[in-house]
């Protein structure tokens, strides 16, 4: 099967965009720029899943006059900073096991704005690794951006860029709320890649510390949290503000719990294409291991049943409560469930007794059932 030569950025950008999974080109090595490029077969990806399902309804429903999904060819005069050399080519490292549906992520995630959504343990840090060290080549002035949330996630893709893609660490600064505004400042002039929670790169931003123009790769970890005004969507907004020559990569294992929220993420992230793949995809079938859970039950020791016994007496207090103004019939804490005071609850709404008619009773009411069900989460996880 013949396949074309790899595409500079220019011509990737020049062309409409294709569907998630359904081309490769040729792949380059790291080593030298001259070596025969490697073949890889076409995969066809067909899942029957629901998330499958709520992404490509999010994006039917994002895309539209208001939100393109794809952008105009930007010439090359336009691209200031951009290597024409080290353009004609994007690296892919094989000195790790090469596999597909990593380098069809890749390919696609270098040219568009991508939203990867992938199991955990499956090389969402890998990916995130080989994306950023092409834009590292490509802009041998511009600033490479990865964000996580918490502190560990950030020092696991340090780790990642050094082990993986040799990202140079001269090059390389992670930064911290507790690191003082003026390190920081001369860190953003004097360094290329830069790891970091969001919250420290919306103060850079807002100060103007950080050269929002200079950013050329922008990499969203945990990003189904980017809803409302997280410190994800913030950071996105204000580097619009002064420049659109960026690439986002959202990494998440989940896609989001509803299509709304699905939605939100595409929009606040500058998302257009979307990689999914699930354990019962076909290309990381290969890659997964089937998992036997065996749940072992372990009785509670004395200090927690002293434990259990004094959070009892104090729910016991709102049980007895709810019973005396004729909401629920069970009187035992210790029998009662969270099923049971929801339903309870629902029955109370539709049907209040004569003796609950009383607007105030009724809110009295209320609060009990909202405060026992609240401790009743807590029970469970108590005895899990």
Avoid at 317 to 343: C, G, H, S, W
């Amino acid at each position: 099967m013949s396949k074309p030569r790899q595409q500079t950025l220019f011509q990737s950008w020049g062309k409409a965009p294709q569907s998630g999974t359904d081309s490769i080109s040729n792949r380059a090595s790291t080593s030298t720029g001259g070596e025969q490029a490697m073949d890889s077969d076409v995969i066809d990806l067909v899942d029957d899943i629901e998330d499958d399902e709520l992404l490509a309804a999010a994006m039917d429903d994002f895309a539209g006059p208001d939100n393109p999904t794809t952008t105009d060819c930007t010439p090359l005069e336009d691209l200031p900073g951009f290597d024409n050399s080290a353009g004609k080519l994007w690296i892919y490292p094989t000195n790790y096991p090469v596999r597909d549906y990593q380098y069809n992520i890749v390919h696609q995630s270098l040219f568009k704005n991508t939203l990867v959504t992938l199991p955990t343990g499956l090389g969402k840090t890998f990916i995130a690794a080989v994306v950023m060290y092409n834009f590292y080549r490509w802009y041998p002035l511009g600033k490479v951006v990865f964000m996580a949330p918490t502190k560990p996630l950030v020092a696991q893709q340090i780790e990642a860029c050094f082990n993986i893609m040799g990202i140079p660490q001269k090059d390389t600064a992670e930064m911290t709320g507790s690191m003082p505004p003026a390190e920081r400042k001369r860190a953003w002039q004097e360094k290329r890649v830069f790891f970091l929670t969001p919250q420290v790169m919306v103060n850079d931003l807002s100060r103007g510390a950080c050269p929002a123009e200079d950013v050329k790769c922008l990499v969203v970890d945990e990003a189904h949290k980017a809803l409302g005004n997280h410190a994800f969507c913030q950071v996105v907004q204000e580097l619009i503000k002064f420049t659109s020559q960026f690439r986002v990569l959202a990494l998440s294992a989940t896609p989001g719990g509803d299509l709304k929220g699905v939605q939100q993420v595409l929009s606040n992230l500058l998302i257009s294409h979307v990689e999914l793949r699930s354990d019962d995809s076909v290309d990381i079938q290969p890659y997964t291991h089937e998992r036997k859970v065996e749940k072992i039950v372990v009785p509670l020791g004395d200090q927690l049943k002293q434990l259990q016994n004094r959070y009892l007496a104090i729910v016991g207090v709102f049980v007895a409560r709810l019973v005396r103004n004729k909401a629920m019939y069970a009187r035992d804490p210790a029998k009662v469930t969270k099923f049971q005071l929801l339903k309870s609850r629902d029955l109370f709404r539709a049907n209040p007794p004569p003796e609950a008619q009383n607007r105030v009773l009724q809110g009295c009411v209320e609060g009990d059932f909202a405060t026992c069900i609240s401790l009743y989460h807590g029970y469970e996880l108590l005895l899990q």
